[in-house]
């Protein structure tokens, strides 16, 4: 799986070789012998490595260029179960009661506010009774050092959209639990998950172009703080950043 991953990504950066995303939503909501519905795929990192247990698994994300890369990319094993479609949560073209899982793939946190409240809408309406939304996305609180270098990068990039998302991806959930009662919590977990660069050059281009800025137009002193701070995360691995991420487990509640 770590080469796979190595050939997914457009750096030399592997994330999560360690599997624990997929090892914490097996443990919380298994997949095994279900219909699954993804939202927001990518180029199928995770797709891969819950589809071979799964019934059938449906992926879908806004890029073109991702679900082409996905195809692509896509074990040979896996073609009689696995179909990648071009879409977006709010707006899912299938019947109702379709999946026994809807699976929000670091996504629900990236669609603006009235989105995510559509996009739960339309989870709730394709879940089969007693099905399960599962939603991962960066947790709230992150590592010292990773909060640093957002706060070094917000005087060039303005305050982080990102951050707002997530916290916004947080309330959604709830107000669709607590507010709509269209779920009921089955889990919630935080945890860490590791991405590793071949180089502190790689890093620094990736880590500084996610907040909207390129490395080059720093300032010298902002430049060298946050080179600084991922020399400090080498390991015989790579550079090893860490992102905090939280799984939450919900069950559509009965009509």
């Known amino acids: 799986m770590a080469k796979l991953l190595l050939r997914l990504c457009g750096l030399g950066m592997r994330e999560d070789p360690e599997q624990i995303e997929i090892r914490k939503i097996a443990k919380h909501a298994p997949f095994e012998q279900r219909d699954i519905l993804e939202v927001g795929c990518g180029n199928g990192r995770l797709t891969f490595q819950y589809a071979e247990s799964a019934r059938s698994a449906t992926a879908l994300d806004p890029s073109a260029k991702a679900i082409?890369?996905?195809?692509?990319?896509?074990?040979?094993?896996?073609?009689?179960?696995?179909?990648?479609?071009?879409?977006?949560?709010?707006?899912?073209?299938?019947?109702?009661?379709?999946?026994?899982?809807?699976?929000?793939?670091?996504?629900?946190?990236?669609?603006?506010?009235?989105?995510?409240?559509?996009?739960?809408?339309?989870?709730?309406?394709?879940?089969?009774?007693?099905?399960?939304?599962?939603?991962?996305q960066p947790s709230l609180h992150q590592p010292f050092n990773k909060g640093m270098i957002s706060y070094l990068l917000q005087r060039y990039s303005g305050p982080n959209v990102s951050d707002e998302g997530d916290r916004q991806a947080r309330l959604a959930l709830r107000h669709a639990s607590l507010v709509e009662g269209k779920f009921d919590l089955v889990a919630e977990e935080e945890f860490p998950v590791y991405s590793y660069y071949r180089s502190v050059r790689e890093a620094l281009d990736d880590v500084t172009s996610q907040n909207g800025v390129e490395y080059k137009s720093l300032d010298g002193g902002t430049a060298r703080r946050i080179r600084k701070i991922l020399v400090s995360m080498k390991t015989k691995a790579g550079i090893k950043v860490q992102e905090n991420a939280v799984l939450t487990v919900l069950r559509k509640s009965p009509s």
Request: hydrophobic content about 40%; charged content about 30%.
């Open 68 to 136: 082409a890369e996905a195809r692509k990319e896509a074990p040979k094993k896996l073609a009689s179960k696995l179909r990648f479609r071009v879409g977006r949560g709010e707006d899912l073209n299938y019947p109702d009661e379709s999946f026994d899982a809807v699976f929000f793939s670091w996504s629900l946190c990236c669609a603006d506010v009235p989105a995510m409240g559509t996009a739960l809408t339309e989870a709730h309406r394709v879940l089969r009774p007693k099905g399960v939304l599962v939603n991962i």
